[in-house]
Structures are given as structure tokens and as C-alpha cells.
């Protein structure tokens, strides 16, 4: 096994579980909210808030793998804040589009199945009779409608606006560096140019 096999397979491994525990987490999370929550619009807000975020999540990892790096590049000889985040971004990609798109897109769309379930046996335990099968089926197609509708737009406005979005995130993590102190691109390496 070489090394860039077992570089991948390190990676890999650390990434599924960085995943399970973030699932888990979340997923504790949003089931305490939503068993404190009383209110079916609430209930919908917290499940249209898990769906949005991934939505916006998938829009990072695209735009982040099809921008091109030399925009930022003029704005970091201006000395723009922001402009050395977005190349790193850009640089890594790869990883960049695998926490977005795969990690926080899958927990999101997994866990707004589950809280969409969740929700139309609610709808249906307070409605009985025949209402609990089709009231489980409608949710699952409306959550799937919205989270698939929402992605294809998002993918759409992500190829063609690559630089805006990256751009705007790369301030908010330079906001979040100089403010708060967060750095959440730490240990990500500053390779070479793409």
C-alpha cells in the first residue's frame, strides 16, 4: 500500500468518523428540540432550517470546487481580508466539497428525513385512522422535493456565481479568525497553485 493509499485511507476513516460523531450530536440535538417543541409550525421551521443548511452547505463544497483560485489572488495583493481564506478554499477543494457536500449535506439530508418522519407521525398520531400512512408518505416527498429542488438551484447558482460565494464565505471565516478567534481553516496545507 503506498503512501498516497494510506494518506486517503487515514483521511477517509477520519472523515466517517468526524461524521458519526457529528451526526450523532446533531441528531440529539434537533430530537431534544423537537420533542420540546409543542408547536407543529415550530416543528416545521427546525425541519426547513436542517434542509436549508444543507442546501447552503452543497452551495460552499461546488463553488469552492469550481472557482478559480487568480480573482483571489488580486485580492490578496490588495491585502483584502478574506482573501487568504478564499485560497485556501480553493486550493482545497477536494476536502472543502467533502465536508460541505458529503459530510454536512448527508447529516442534513438524513436527519431532515428523520425529523420529517418524525413530524408526520405527530401529524398522524393526532389525526388517527388512515391518515398515519399517507401523512409519512407525503412527508418523505416533500422533503425530498424541497431538499433535491433546493440543491439543483443551489448547484445552478454555485457554478455560476463561484467566486461571489466563495468570496462571501472567506469573509465570514476571516470575520470569525479576527473577531472570535475561530480558526476553522487551520489545518488545511497551503498547496501549490491550482
Not at 440535538?29 to 426547513?48: A, D, R
Not at 447529516?107 to 405527530?122: H, K, P
Not at 388517527?128 to 438551484?153: D, H, I, N, R, S
Request: glycine letters at 10%; proline letters at 2%; aromatic letters at 6%.
Amino acid at each position: 500500500m503506498g503512501k498516497n493509499n494510506r494518506g486517503a485511507w487515514k483521511n477517509a476513516l477520519l472523515v466517517a468518523f468526524g461524521t458519526f460523531f457529528l451526526a450523532v450530536v446533531i441528531s440529539l440535538g434537533s430530537q431534544y428540540l423537537l420533542g420540546k417543541l409543542t408547536s407543529l409550525i415550530l416543528s416545521f421551521v427546525l425541519l426547513m432550517a436542517i434542509i436549508l443548511t444543507g442546501i447552503i452547505f452543497d452551495i460552499i463544497g461546488v463553488a469552492a470546487a469550481v472557482a478559480d483560485e487568480a480573482p483571489f489572488h488580486a485580492r490578496a495583493a490588495k491585502r483584502l481580508n478574506g482573501a487568504s481564506q478564499s485560497i485556501l478554499l480553493v486550493r482545497n477543494a477536494d476536502r472543502v466539497a467533502n465536508f460541505c457536500n458529503d459530510v454536512v449535506g448527508d447529516v442534513a439530508g438524513t436527519l431532515s428525513g428523520a425529523i420529517g418522519a418524525a413530524i408526520a407521525l405527530r401529524l398522524a398520531f393526532s389525526q388517527p385512522g388512515a391518515y398515519e400512512l399517507l401523512a409519512v408518505t407525503t412527508m418523505a416527498g416533500v422533503v425530498a422535493a424541497v431538499t433535491v429542488g433546493g440543491k439543483a438551484l443551489g448547484k445552478s447558482m454555485a457554478i455560476n456565481q463561484a467566486v461571489q460565494i466563495v468570496w462571501r464565505v472567506s469573509l465570514i471565516l476571516a470575520w470569525l479568525e479576527n473577531s472570535l478567534g475561530i480558526r476553522l481553516l487551520a489545518g488545511l496545507p497551503k498547496k501549490g497553485r491550482r
